[in-house]
């Protein structure tokens, strides 16, 4: 039951920042990209190379320069959770 509940939590959790990361508020996109970097621990490969990364390379061509920042602290951690050839 306990996984079950956890994998809902992770889900909603998911929807929320997948919503701040496409926010018109510049604090609410460097949030997003800060959880996204959480989640990719706890998601697995495969929700990671189809969601998490893509969001995280869209978000890298933010006009906010404290969202590319962010973005550019996040990348190692994050592809800690991928492929190794996954960015090649």
Not at 15 to 35: N, P
Not at 36 to 49: D, P, R, T, V
Request: proline content about 5%; hydrophobic content about 40%.
């Amino acid at each position: 039951m306990r996984n079950v509940v956890e994998e809902a939590e992770k889900e909603h959790i998911m929807q929320i920042t997948m919503k701040m990361a496409h926010d018109e508020d510049q604090a609410h996109r460097e949030t997003a990209v800060h959880l996204l970097q959480y989640l990719a621990g706890a998601m697995g490969q495969e929700i990671n190379q189809c969601f998490i990364v893509p969001e995280i390379r869209s978000l890298c061509l933010e006009s906010s320069p404290s969202v590319r920042v962010a973005v550019s602290k996040s990348l190692l951690p994050i592809s800690k959770n991928v492929e190794p050839l996954f960015f090649s």
